[in-house]
């Protein structure tokens, strides 16, 4: 399942948007495969056909649960980051508005976060913006000012999808841990499988992930659910999930998730440095060009994300020159790519417009390889210098 792929003719393709998505694998695939072929029974039923995958769905539970060094009973399984972020949010705050109706979360949130509490505003919820410096971290201070008494919930990501900024997890929970009535809602989509995050010892009450983000497939996902939570359902029905999300249980998929995970973990343990090293290996070669702006910060980043801009070429531009080496980048977010050519995670980090309007990024996989890499800045810097040419 490598990144570089050698395609009819001697091509080489090398897929380097992996934030946005990743290649599932190809023993994830069969893994879903053989449990939707022999264990296709409603696991509510209760003949033996419908008690086989009751006991699949209960051994993935405890799996996931494993992996993340919690209960069993703490997992909640989704369709993926989008439906977990706005399960938590919204639900948290439709079942304890009598006891407030603040909500705090930062102003570089992925858009399933920010427009989540835009739509609570519309329903009367007072929401927090918190800001960051420039390298995209959140203002502690600024926290403790805002945070109150009647705070039912901060919501802060993990790792920012844009820039890879890793956020103080465990220092934002000590803080929220001191208002009894705030729940703390951390959005772990870009950070499980590359950066480490104990769910206990960071104090988070509710963690999102996506399994199409670390080679599982899309429609995949769950939601950790501290013991002892409780918040207000978004489909009722069955009862499924503990009546948290009712819906007959994707057991193919859930199998092909926890699988995912497994060997996201295992990877994350054994090839600790990989990343790190090809991450460094990049920003040496784009800090020799006086045209980028490298916008990724230099430390408390992530080692698969780096964000970089060409003000004055708009990233389209560059986007599409690489796609014809068989090179796959992207800019900002997928799920706002196509919005306004703006970042705001890059204005929000006090970045010119210039260099907001022309942001990059490059996503790696523990698959992506040095001649990658290689390949990579061969052909950025041949645009580059033949865009200049035209540009005058």
């Not at 009819?8 to 380097?16: F, R, S």
């Not at 086989?52 to 996931?64: F, G, W």
């Not at 705090?104 to 410096?133: K, R, W």
């Amino acid at each position: 399942m490598a990144i570089l792929v050698v395609k009819e003719g001697g091509i080489i393709m090398i897929y380097l948007d992996n934030s946005a998505t990743t290649k599932p694998d190809q023993q994830i695939l069969a893994s879903y495969t053989k449990a939707a072929t022999d264990f296709f029974g409603n696991p509510s039923s209760i003949h033996s056909i419908g008690m086989d995958a009751e006991r699949l769905l209960r051994k993935s539970r405890e799996q996931a649960a494993s992996l993340l060094e919690v209960n069993h009973q703490e997992i909640v399984f989704t369709s993926g980051g989008t439906e977990g972020n706005n399960l938590a949010i919204k639900g948290i705050a439709l079942q304890h508005q009598s006891r407030g109706k603040h909500i705090i979360t930062s102003s570089i949130e992925h858009p399933s976060v920010l427009e989540a509490c835009q739509g609570l505003e519309m329903l009367g919820f007072e929401v927090s913006y918190v800001d960051v410096n420039k390298s995209g971290l959140i203002d502690i201070d600024s926290l403790k000012q805002k945070i109150r008494e009647d705070t039912i919930l901060v919501s802060i990501m993990h790792v920012n999808n844009e820039i890879g900024t890793i956020q103080p997890i465990k220092q934002i929970g000590e803080i929220v841990k001191q208002y009894p009535k705030a729940f703390f809602h951390v959005d772990h989509v870009q950070g499980f499988g590359k950066v480490s995050m104990p769910l206990y010892e960071c104090h988070v009450d509710l963690c999102t992930i996506s399994g199409h983000k670390f080679h599982g497939l899309k429609g995949t996902g769950l939601l950790y659910v501290r013991n002892g939570v409780k918040f207000y359902s978004l489909a009722h029905g069955g009862g499924q999930e503990r009546a948290i999300r009712s819906g007959t249980e994707n057991v193919p998929g859930i199998v092909a998730l926890v699988k995912a995970m497994r060997l996201a973990k295992e990877k994350q343990e054994n090839i600790t440095t990989k990343l790190p090293v090809l991450q460094q290996k990049l920003i040496n070669h784009l800090e020799k060009n006086k045209r980028i702006v490298i916008n990724t910060p230099t430390e408390q980043v992530a080692p698969h994300i780096l964000n970089f801009s060409i003000p004055g070429i708009k990233p389209e531009v560059v986007i599409h020159a690489l796609e014809q080496y068989d090179i796959y980048i992207s800019t900002k977010s997928a799920c706002a790519s196509k919005s306004t050519d703006e970042s705001a995670v890059l204005i929000a980090c006090g970045k010119p417009r210039n260099v907001a309007i022309s942001g990059l990024r490059i996503s790696m996989s523990y698959e992506t390889t040095e001649k990658d890499i290689d390949y990579l800045c061969e052909k950025l810097d041949d645009i580059i210098q033949n865009l200049r040419k035209v540009m005058g």
